[in-house]
Nanobody, 124 residues
Framework: QVQLVESGGGVVQAGGSLRVSCAASGSIRRFGTMGWYRQAPGKDREMVATSSSGGSADYADSVKGRFTISRDNAKNEVDLQMNNLKPEDTAVYYC??????????????????WGKGTLVTVSS
């Protein structure tokens, strides 16, 4: 039911900029944490930037000062503005959102939702 769809990936020269967007739809009215992750060939998937339900943002050290995450709760969208791109930023970028709820016993549960990813290639 829940879908996260990324867009905006492509090829850009080193030093250039690119913005990737994520549109969420489905039964979840309001997500908890939303963010962006990336996975380069042969490497583990890593967190790039996250935005909590309270609006606080966290960034990987490698992208601080270059990337900016923005979130529109009314539209259930989260974007990642990427500036001064480097070849090492080349990866498939995935949108992630979670939903936390409690059951009748007060036990917390968290559901994670992932998009299919969009490829960002930075040429040197």
């Amino acid at each position: 039911q829940v879908q996260l769809v990324e867009s905006g990936g492509g090829v850009v020269q080193a030093g250039g900029s690119l913005r990737v967007s994520c549109a969420a739809s489905g039964s979840i009215r309001r997500f908890g944490t939303m963010g962006w992750y990336r996975q380069a060939p042969g490497k583990d998937r890593e967190m790039v930037a996250t935005s909590s339900s309270g609006g606080s943002a966290d960034y990987a050290d490698s992208v601080k000062g270059r990337f900016t995450i923005s979130r529109d709760n009314a539209k259930n969208e989260v974007d990642l503005q990427m500036n001064n791109l480097k070849p090492e930023d080349t990866a498939v970028y995935y949108c992630k959102a979670d939903y936390v709820y409690t059951d009748s016993r007060g036990t917390y549960h968290r559901l994670d939702y992932w998009g299919k990813g969009t490829l960002v290639t930075v040429s040197s």
